[in-house]
């Protein structure tokens, strides 16, 4: 069942989204080339604990971290790991999320690490832009299926696959809500967008083959072929007043 939020709980959740975005401002501000991914989860934990929030993905499931960390190949869920050195030249998904409140925030980001391919460089942009494509079909009336399809529409055209097996979700008191939000599908098809939903919207893109598979540590998710795959992520609240972009902070990358 889809839990729609009132007026009153998506201005709680803009709290929980704030800290979620600022705590991803704090790790594209310290990730450089020679620290790991577990200082970079440091940096994330200790901003969201600052601020009198929990990390979500802290113990969620078992996940050891406050974030997901996947370089590279890595399409999601990777593991922060103290023997990881970031180097120049990767790119680096970071997914947080906080809880304040009551409610989550769930966002993720894929950021650049000094110069990296012009084909890299290119992937993070269309991935990008492949979510604001899908936030434009985010009005009532609309369905769950006409924004997996401009996501998909938007990677097609660039030449890169968008990945079927992870999707997005609605977010809530519940970090995983219904309904899933695939970044494909038909126009016209799916849960009907109403006001009150709080849907996290989150391409990930891949440059070859849309096909992934799970590491035997039972979270980190890679390519199939390791060609590179991107993360774009914002949790946003659908209203009688038009579209709340929850996670996203004034200084966006
Ligand atoms: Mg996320
Ligand atoms: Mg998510």
Same mark, same amino acid.
């Given at each position: ?21 600022? +705590?991803?401002?704090? +790790?594209?501000?310290? !990730? ?7 200082? !970079? ?30 370089? =590279? ?9 103290? /023997? ?51 936030? +434009?079909?985010?009005?009532?009336? /609309? ?39 695939? /970044? ?30 799970? !590491?035997? /540590? ?22 009688? =007043? ?12």
């Amino acid at each position: 069942m889809i839990e729609l939020k009132n007026s009153l709980q998506i201005e709680a959740m803009k709290d929980a989204g704030r800290i979620t975005g600022e +705590a991803l401002l704090a +790790a594209r501000d310290f !990730l450089r080339p020679g620290i790991t991914t577990y200082e !970079l989860d440091k940096v994330v934990h200790d901003y969201i604990v600052k601020c009198g929030a929990k990390p979500s993905f802290l113990g969620y499931g078992g996940f050891p971290a406050s974030a997901c960390i996947s370089i =590279n190949d890595e399409v999601i869920h990777g593991i922060p790991d103290k /023997n990881h050195v970031i180097k120049e030249g990767d790119i680096v998904k970071v997914d947080v999320g906080a809880y304040y409140k009551g409610f989550h925030g769930d966002s993720a980001r894929t950021i650049a690490v000094g110069k990296v391919s012009d084909e890299a460089t290119r992937l993070i942009q269309v991935t990008r832009d492949s979510f604001f494509a899908g936030l +434009a079909q985010v009005k009532e009336g /609309n369905r769950i299926g006409d924004i997996g399809a401009a996501v998909d529409a938007v990677a097609r055209s660039a030449g890169f696959s968008t990945v079927k097996k992870y999707v997005g979700h609605g977010v809530g008191a519940n970090l995983h809500e219904a309904p899933d939000v695939p /970044n494909f599908g038909t126009p016209g098809r799916g849960p009907r967008l109403t006001a009150g939903m709080v849907i996290a919207i989150e391409p990930m893109i891949n440059v070859g083959t849309f096909e992934v598979y799970e !590491l035997a /540590n039972g979270w980190t998710v890679k390519t199939r072929d390791h060609k590179l795959s991107a993360h774009y992520e914002n949790t946003i609240a659908l209203t009688s =007043n038009g579209v709340v972009n929850l996670t996203l902070i004034e200084e966006d990358f």
